[in-house]
């Protein structure tokens, strides 16, 4: 039990449709990051938000977008859905950025799409 | 870019083996590192970690010995057993985002 929270757990949608996913963040930690794990492979960081700022991003397209609220809970937005977007989406919270800090992560939203 | 270097699974092993997984990183700046463990159908679950060289990380027999000289961060177990049958992902932290390794599926069986 880490104490962040995802939601929905499972979801399936259609190419181009629009997605939004929700995490409530540990107690205590102001930091929310975003994961995607294609099915096989290694979770890939799309990006962090730090009190209610982005703070950083990987690879991923503009059609992948966030929000950090005052009490640190986040949502991922994904539009124009696309099939290779089929994934688990991991959301992990740490205190200040992590620097070190141990990082916790929620248990996941499966996506479908198809 | 950052990277980090699992060994390729799946690994299978009886019951009391003993286990290494294999781990390297690249070597830019001072990363932290860690392991975590993916049971199926579920997220991540932390581990172990180690913040600095020479570290040592442990945690429910697992442990890790953070190796700068040879840029590893291998894991060891002395005695497994079947509800250790899960994906372990070796990582690396620096600045704001953790890197992951492709991950190792160990499979014990009885």
């Known amino acids: 039990e880490t104490g962040v929270t995802q939601s929905p757990t499972h979801l399936i949608k259609t190419r181009g449709q629009q997605v939004t996913l929700r995490c409530s963040s540990q107690?205590?930690?102001?930091?929310v990051s975003w994961y995607q794990q294609a099915l096989g492979q290694g979770p890939q960081f799309i990006f962090q938000?730090?009190?209610?700022?982005?703070?950083g991003r990987g690879n991923f397209p503009p059609r992948f977008s966030g929000l950090q609220f005052p009490n640190y809970s986040s949502e991922l937005n994904v539009n124009a859905l696309e099939l290779d977007d089929s994934a688990l989406y991991l959301c992990?919270?740490?205190?200040?950025?992590?620097?070190?800090?141990?990082?916790?992560f929620g248990e996941g939203s499966w996506l479908t799409v198809v | 870019g950052d990277s980090v270097t699992q060994m390729e699974g799946p690994v299978t092993l009886s019951e009391e083996a003993f286990l290494t997984i294999n781990c390297t990183y690249t070597?830019?700046?001072?990363?932290?590192l860690f392991w975590y463990v993916q049971y199926p159908g579920e997220g991540l679950q932390l581990l172990l970690k180690?913040?600095?060289?020479?570290d040592k990380g442990s945690n429910k027999g697992f442990e890790a010995t953070y190796r700068k000289e040879t840029t590893s961060f291998h894991l060891e177990k002395g005695s497994v057993q079947v509800s250790d049958s899960a994906v372990y992902f070796c990582?690396?932290?620096?600045?704001?985002?953790?890197?992951f390794g492709g991950g190792t599926r160990l499979m014990v069986k009885p």
């Open positions: 992990a919270s740490s205190i200040d950025r992590a620097r070190g800090n141990t990082i916790y």
């Open positions: 107690s205590g930690h102001n930091t």
């Open positions: 938000y730090y009190r209610e700022e982005e703070n």
């Open positions: 070597a830019t700046g001072y990363p932290s």
């Open positions: 180690a913040t600095k060289a020479d």
């Open positions: 990582a690396r932290l620096a600045g704001n985002m953790l890197t």
